[in-house]
């Protein structure tokens, strides 16, 4: 089970999410979000991580262009385009030496083909990214994801064992589900739910 812990912004974070065995980290770029870094700070906390733990760089409300110049800048691994961004962005990056994420809340018109935009990775998240809020699984019966797609949206250590038999993702992401208070990452429920979520597999 791949595990991705999001939104982490400070050298303890990045840490404790390194040692309790993520195998990616992510770095929020949004401008109206809690989580945001700068790219100055992102390049400081990525020069911590290790080779085998993936770097992710996630933007919603810029370019896919300025996205990757951002995240080659901080020393990214990978650009996680957040939204409604369209198949040309995704082209955009095509000669980008970055992993290509594409996340999107599941709709009845979601293409849920892994790699349909040009991406490695598909992230399925709540209607409203980074806000805990969990979104009904039994909608994925109508058209499962195959391959490399992770689950993300209202996970937290508790709950995360039961999301992954309900849905049987290759991953999962969790941001909000490992905080103390909106935006103040728990080192102990980072532990707890990499833990929680290698138990389900």
């Known amino acids: 089970m791949f595990v991705k812990v999001c939104g982490l912004r400070t050298v303890g974070d990045v840490d404790a999410a390194v040692e309790a065995g993520a195998d990616a980290i992510g770095f929020v770029f949004a401008e109206r979000s809690v989580r945001r870094v700068d790219p100055e700070l992102a390049a400081r906390l990525a020069a911590r991580v290790p080779d085998g733990v993936l770097t992710v ?5 810029v370019s896919a262009t300025a996205a990757g110049e951002i995240a080659v800048a901080a020393g990214l691994r990978a650009v996680q385009l957040h939204g409604d961004y369209p198949r040309t962005a995704f082209a955009d ?3 980008v030496p970055v992993r290509l994420i594409r996340a999107t809340a599941l709709t009845p018109t979601t293409d849920v083909e892994v790699g349909a935009f040009g991406e490695d990775l598909l992230l399925l998240d709540s209607p409203v990214a980074g806000s ?3 979104w009904d ?3 994925l019966d109508g058209g499962r994801p195959e391959g490399k797609w992770i689950l993300a949206g209202g996970l937290d250590p508790a709950n995360v064992g039961q999301a992954i038999a309900a849905s049987r993702p ?6 909000s589900g490992v905080e103390s208070s909106r935006g103040v990452k728990d080192h102990g429920l980072i532990r707890d739910f990499v833990s929680a979520a290698r138990a389900a597999t």
């Open 132 to 134: 805990g809020e969990r």
């Open 93 to 95: 990056l095509a000669g």
């Open 170 to 175: 290759w991953g999962v992401d969790v941001s």
């Open 57 to 61: 760089g996630v933007f919603s409300d």
């Open 137 to 139: 699984l039994g909608t």
